[in-house]
């Protein structure tokens, strides 16, 4: 069974500080791994990592040797407070397993 | 044109009755998803539709979930017999693939409560 997950579930951080959101996987076909951001209704989204190594625009990284992924956030502001949805787009398809999630709140 | 849609945006009805759910995808898109996502929880996926493939239905929940989609254009999701666990907000998606761009865009979602 395709499955992903993120970890933390929950976080609570204050302004200013730096996180680090998991997202680890097992499939069978993977193609690309998805960071979305969903604040009060339907998720947005964020980018796509396709190939192994460090995506400098978001400075997340792909390891699909290991099969995960890590989405940094830096300087964080308390508009980034929402939940983080990591997903795997499965080769193909157009399936994407989503994982549960992580709640992050940034307090000022 | 406008982004994926949803229909109704809000739901209530009473256990036991039957609830159509409404999704119009971007047109052009050829794939179509639906998930729930319970309060506090993640997506759970529960089926997709491929163009003109059969769908992929083995999120459904239970033989009360069924959805159809005609060719590619809007589909509905249906829950009969309604049970309390079926609260949720119902989040329909559509995608493309261009050479190697990808996109998924989601809907409103809709929130159905069963009181």
């Known amino acids: 069974e395709d499955k992903v997950v993120q970890s933390p579930l929950s976080l609570v951080v204050h302004e200013g500080d730096t996180v680090t959101l998991n997202c680890s996987y097992e499939v069978t076909n993977f193609r690309s791994l998805l960071w979305y951001k969903q604040e009060k209704k339907a998720p947005t989204f964020l980018f796509m990592l396709t190939s192994s190594g460090i995506e400098k625009k978001s400075s997340s990284i792909l390891d699909k040797k290991e099969l995960f992924s890590i989405l940094n956030i830096t300087a964080t502001q308390t508009g980034d407070s929402a939940i983080y949805l990591c997903?795997?787009?499965?080769?193909?398809?157009?399936?994407?397993?989503f994982g549960q999630g992580t709640r992050l709140t940034i307090n000022p | 044109g406008a982004g994926v849609s949803q229909s109704p945006s809000n739901k209530v009805t009473e256990k036991g009755k039957d609830v159509e759910l409404r999704c119009d995808p971007i047109?052009?898109?050829?794939?179509l998803y639906w998930y729930r996502q319970r309060l506090g929880q993640g997506l759970e996926f529960l089926i997709y539709f491929q163009g003109n493939s059969a769908p992929d239905k083995s999120g459904l929940p239970s033989d009360r979930f069924s959805a159809e989609r005609t060719g590619e254009s809007v589909s509905t999701l249906t829950i009969q017999r309604t049970q309390q666990e079926d609260s949720a907000v119902y989040l329909c998606a559509s995608s493309f693939f261009r050479g190697a761009r990808y996109e998924q865009y989601f809907g409103p979602g809709t929130r159905l409560t069963v009181t």
């Open positions: 997903a795997v787009l499965l080769e193909g398809a157009q399936k994407l397993v």
């Open positions: 047109s052009g898109h050829t794939a």
